[in-house]
């Protein structure tokens, strides 16, 4: 079967640096996908890989290995407004999401 | 400004009851999608449809009907067939562009009584 697997849930402190992992077991591989979203609101993108390496966008960084099935999110200068669920989603050979059951992270002062 | 809208937020039900929630976009995507999401569990699709009066079922259809007569409208109708349909239900839109990311509603949240 697929499989995407995230922490359930992470703490960090406030100005800190946190990484959320991602593995996957997907039939196929047409990107990985990251969202944010805040209790009880839509999910919002964040990023996307499709190849190998780093992407960064600002506070926001996503890495991707294809040969591992690893992919990580990492947020810097953590803020408080980031205490949020972070999804992680992989396409499959048929374009089809398939999605983790998100990563909580509680930002403390 | 273009976006998603579901309606409504909130949405109360008694046990054998047809409900039917909302979803309209106006960026002109062609695909649409529900979801629906439970605690501690990832989104599960329900039902898409790529282009006008065309649907498919998802991985979880059983007790959901939809239809789709415009371009801009997607309605998801809970029918008293779903046996567990207290949830939070979400809907998404995208280009056909298969890289594309998903662009969702601020979602609804039903509970049956």
């Known amino acids: 079967g697929q499989n995407i697997d995230q922490p359930t849930e992470m703490t960090a402190t406030e100005g800190a640096i946190v990484q959320i992992n991602c593995t996957y077991q997907t039939s196929g591989f047409n990107g990985l996908f990251w969202y944010q979203q805040h209790a009880g609101e839509a999910p919002t993108f964040l990023s996307y890989?499709?190849l190998d390496g780093l992407e960064e966008k600002g506070r926001f960084s996503s890495f991707l290995s294809r040969s591992k099935g690893y992919s990580y999110l990492l947020l810097k200068e953590l803020q408080m407004k980031d205490s949020a669920s972070y999804l992680c989603a992989v396409k499959d050979s048929n374009y089809q999401l398939i999605w983790g059951a998100g990563t909580k992270l509680i930002i403390k002062p | 400004d273009g976006g998603i809208t579901q309606s409504p937020k909130y949405l109360f039900r008694k046990e054998g009851q047809n409900v039917t929630l909302s979803c309209e976009q106006n960026l002109n995507h062609d695909a649409m999608y529900w979801y629906r999401q439970d605690p501690g569990q990832g989104l599960r699709l329900i039902y898409y449809?790529?282009?006008?009066?065309?649907?498919q079922k998802g991985d979880i259809a059983e007790g959901y009907s939809v239809s789709r007569e415009k371009k801009e409208s997607f309605p998801l109708t809970v029918t008293s067939a779903q046996k567990n349909p207290t949830a939070f239900y979400l809907c998404?839109?995208?280009?056909?562009?298969?890289?594309?990311?998903?662009?969702f509603g601020e979602g609804s949240r039903l509970t049956v009584l």
């Open positions: 449809s790529q282009i006008v009066n065309d649907f």
């Open positions: 890989n499709v």
């Open positions: 998404a839109s995208s280009t056909q562009d298969p890289t594309g990311e998903l662009f």
